[in-house]
């Protein structure tokens, strides 16, 4: 169901033709190479740097952003336990952040603005990451996050699991980042100092999977293939599908599922991961696809048509095994799933100015059918929102304080903390959101109501309009840590908080 909504007049969509600033663009900066996978182990050190590179997006070649040269950037292999260092150099004209996405670092590491002052172009920082938990996480930049990040920094760290049992046998794996770029008349539309799109976050018209718009992956057929799904959009869900292929879904945002699970798709709120196995029972192509309601996006394939897999295991893909080591870490855990919540947070925003005036005059609905505005169907009206007129919040509904204005937010370590979230359907907005906490792990309890069954440990959670989220977070890793939408534009603006383990 689309939004009613009464057309901008001339006067405002005129004034779109200055908007956008254009992605700078450098005259020698490399093309951009393929991307590698980096094997580690306990003890290493590894050089990780962010600069621009060439890359051709639409027909026409584009300055981005790539750690080490190549988007997605290295895929960093580490054994779970295990504690690396990844020395990180700022090789850009930019401020730099580098946040490992869901790993349980010690706090002082975490690459956020409560932790570390904004690198300036030319800083080094060394990170010292523990990996304590198996799985897909992720590093990107937690600074001008708007702009770097759909401009190509992101990257993978798989954590292989100390239990070879943990996952199912496959003959291979590989990361899968799906993401999304605004090009506008041959360029790409990115404000490099000013944020714009700040309502409801800038929607891509170009999809890129690993960093490329036909993105294939060559196979043979009964080969097994593990894809670490990552969304790495600055607003877009991804509903991800394998058209012709049935999805075992066998993992998430930090390790696997009470039980793995035959599934048709996907969803994905960006920063949010899935682990999950296909089998090419065949050769053939099968589409890679973003499923909505309204639309069907090519994304990519899978070319099985390279002989036969030397080793099958269509006989374990085929089983639906249960996890014991998953169902043993969440046991000591439900106890607490019907306990009262000890804190509720509310999401909502605010308009300002011209927009508060302009927005006053317009008949807003309230959420769409699922809860979910999958594309931008307020084009105008987005494009010309700022940082300015636009504030996202969080509200804590026992104080009345909002977003970093919230101080009081201490858990003891190795003590439960129930969290109710509640997206405020009445605001002057009503859009999803994916709330990230950092540094922790939490358990996605019930969604109106309704426990949740065959859980999976999760760092963030989307939250639709209208909906109240119940979450139990595992505080267990000691620090002060950020919360927030992981919409990069409402992050921007303001939407998130901070609180302390110890």
């Given at each position: 169901?689309?939004?009613?909504?009464?057309?901008?007049?001339?006067?405002?969509?005129?004034?779109?033709?200055?908007?956008?600033?254009?992605?700078?663009?450098?005259?020698?900066?490399?093309?951009?190479?393929?991307?590698?996978?980096?094997?580690?182990k306990n003890?290493?050190?590894?050089?990780?740097?962010?600069?621009?590179?060439?890359?051709?997006?639409?027909g026409?070649?584009?300055?981005?952003?790539?750690?080490?040269?190549?988007?997605?950037?290295?895929?960093?292999?580490?054994?779970?336990?295990?504690?690396?260092?990844?020395?990180?150099?700022?090789?850009?004209?930019?401020?730099?952040?580098?946040?490992?996405?869901?790993?349980?670092?010690?706090?002082?590491?975490?690459?956020?603005?409560?932790?570390?002052?904004?690198?300036?172009?030319?800083?080094?920082?060394?990170?010292?990451?523990?990996?304590?938990?198996?799985?897909?996480?992720?590093?990107?930049?937690?600074?001008?996050?708007?702009?770097?990040?759909?401009?190509?920094?992101?990257?993978?760290?798989?954590?292989?699991?100390?239990?070879?049992?943990?996952?199912?046998?496959?003959?291979?794996?590989?990361?899968?980042?799906?993401?999304?770029?605004?090009?506008?008349?041959?360029?790409?539309?990115?404000?490099k100092?000013?944020?714009?799109?700040?309502?409801?976050?800038?929607?891509?018209?170009v999809?890129?999977?690993?960093?490329?718009e036909?993105?294939?992956?060559?196979?043979?057929?009964?080969?097994?293939?593990?894809?670490?799904?990552?969304?790495?959009?600055?607003?877009?869900?991804?509903?991800?599908?394998?058209?012709?292929?049935?999805?075992?879904?066998?993992?998430?945002?930090?390790?696997?599922?009470?039980?793995?699970?035959?599934?048709?798709?996907v969803?994905?709120?960006?920063?949010?991961?899935?682990?999950?196995d296909?089998?090419?029972?065949?050769?053939?192509t099968?589409?890679?696809?973003?499923?909505?309601?309204?639309k069907?996006?090519?994304?990519?394939?899978?070319?099985?048509?390279?002989?036969?897999?030397?080793?099958?295991?269509?006989?374990?893909?085929?089983?639906?095994?249960?996890?014991?080591?998953?169902?043993?870490?969440?046991?000591?855990f439900?106890?607490?799933?019907?306990?009262?919540?000890?804190?509720?947070?509310?999401?909502?925003?605010?308009?300002?100015g011209?927009m508060?005036?302009?927005?006053g005059?317009?008949m807003?609905m309230?959420?769409?059918?699922?809860?979910?505005?999958?594309?931008?169907?307020?084009?105008?009206?987005?494009?010309?929102?700022?940082?300015e007129?636009?504030?996202?919040h969080?509200?804590?509904?026992?104080?009345?304080?909002?977003?970093?204005?919230?101080?009081?937010?201490?858990?003891?370590?190795?003590?439960?903390?129930?969290?109710?979230?509640?997206?405020?359907?009445n605001?002057?907005?009503?859009?999803?959101?994916?709330?990230?906490?950092?540094?922790?792990?939490?358990?996605v309890?019930?969604?109106?109501?309704?426990?949740?069954?065959?859980?999976?440990w999760?760092?963030?959670?989307?939250?639709?309009s209208?909906?109240?989220?119940?979450?139990?977070?595992?505080?267990?890793?000691?620090?002060?840590?950020?919360?927030?939408?992981?919409?990069?534009?409402?992050?921007?603006?303001?939407?998130?908080?901070?609180?302390?383990?110890?």
């Amino acid at each position: 169901m689309k939004k009613n909504h009464i057309i901008i007049t001339i006067v405002f969509a005129a004034a779109l033709v200055t908007i956008y600033a254009v992605a700078p663009m450098s005259q020698n900066a490399p093309f951009a190479k393929q991307s590698e996978i980096v094997n580690l182990k306990n003890g290493d050190a590894y050089d990780l740097a962010a600069a621009y590179v060439t890359k051709e997006i639409g027909g026409k070649r584009q300055t981005m952003l790539a750690y080490n040269g190549s988007i997605p950037g290295p895929t960093i292999r580490v054994p779970q336990g295990a504690e690396v260092t990844i020395n990180f150099k700022n090789n850009t004209d930019l401020p730099a952040l580098l946040h490992s996405h869901g790993v349980r670092m010690e706090n002082a590491f975490d690459g956020s603005q409560l932790q570390q002052e904004e690198m300036k172009p030319g800083e080094s920082f060394a990170y010292k990451l523990k990996f304590p938990d198996a799985g897909i996480y992720w590093y990107h930049p937690h600074v001008k996050e708007v702009f770097e990040q759909p401009l190509g920094l992101y990257g993978a760290f798989i954590v292989t699991p100390s239990d070879p049992k943990y996952f199912p046998p496959v003959n291979r794996e590989m990361p899968l980042f799906l993401s999304d770029l605004p090009v506008k008349n041959g360029v790409i539309a990115l404000d490099k100092d000013k944020t714009r799109g700040v309502l409801m976050g800038n929607y891509g018209n170009v999809m890129l999977t690993n960093g490329e718009e036909n993105y294939t992956i060559p196979a043979s057929a009964r080969e097994t293939m593990r894809l670490y799904v990552v969304n790495a959009a600055n607003v877009r869900p991804f509903n991800f599908a394998i058209k012709g292929l049935k999805m075992k879904l066998v993992g998430g945002d930090s390790g696997a599922y009470e039980k793995a699970s035959f599934v048709e798709s996907v969803l994905l709120a960006p920063s949010e991961r899935a682990i999950v196995d296909v089998f090419m029972s065949e050769e053939g192509t099968y589409e890679i696809q973003n499923k909505t309601p309204e639309k069907t996006y090519t994304l990519g394939s899978i070319s099985a048509g390279g002989g036969i897999a030397d080793v099958s295991y269509e006989k374990e893909w085929n089983t639906l095994s249960q996890n014991d080591a998953v169902r043993k870490s969440i046991d000591r855990f439900r106890a607490y799933f019907d306990w009262p919540h000890q804190r509720r947070i509310t999401l909502s925003v605010d308009f300002f100015g011209g927009m508060q005036n302009m927005m006053g005059g317009m008949m807003m609905m309230g959420p769409s059918r699922d809860g979910i505005e999958w594309e931008d169907d307020m084009a105008m009206m987005n494009d010309i929102s700022t940082l300015e007129s636009v504030k996202w919040h969080i509200i804590d509904e026992d104080t009345g304080k909002q977003d970093m204005g919230i101080d009081d937010w201490t858990f003891k370590k190795g003590e439960p903390v129930k969290i109710r979230i509640e997206n405020n359907p009445n605001s002057a907005h009503p859009m999803q959101h994916p709330i990230h906490f950092h540094g922790q792990r939490f358990l996605v309890v019930a969604r109106d109501g309704i426990l949740q069954t065959n859980l999976v440990w999760k760092d963030t959670v989307l939250v639709r309009s209208g909906e109240i989220v119940d979450i139990l977070l595992d505080a267990s890793n000691p620090g002060v840590w950020m919360a927030h939408c992981h919409i990069a534009e409402h992050l921007e603006a303001g939407m998130m908080f901070g609180f302390n383990v110890e």
